[in-house]
């Protein structure tokens, strides 16, 4: 299918740039179906509308908001339903906001693990050198799978 009509009025290097995405990531995006396929013009080029646009910086956000593909595309379906009650929508954040919450925990166990450790290396050579010996041992680490800690830092 060939246009060229204002609907579609743009090419795929300015629809990254405006979206500050690389052309790659938009034809994947494309392939996966998160973004309509492009309309071609007479040159074969792809051709976009500022629909598209719009709807590409809605996936980006949510991406950066941390949403995996899978949610982005449930976001983008309820988005598209604009009457429905927004309850799904509700429940996906909400879900979402206690994986981060979760990562977030991990993550403080670990970097006060890495702290703790770091602190105890004294400097001298690999042989001595305590982080190799806790990498080496994890019974070493203050929160070992005696204290529950192992399958914090994972």
Partial sequence: MTS????????IGELASRTHCKPETVRYYEKIGLLPAALRNEGNQRRYSE???QRLMFIRHARDFGFSVDA???LLDMADHPTQPCQQVDSLARRHLAEVESRIQRLTVLRDELQRTVAQCDGGSVEQCRIIEVLSDHRLCSHNTAHGGAEALR
Avoid at 4 to 11: C, E, F, P
């Fill in 4 to 11: 060229t009509s204002s609907h579609a009025a743009i090419g």
């Fill in 51 to 53: 629909a598209t646009v």
């Fill in 72 to 74: 982005v595309r449930e």
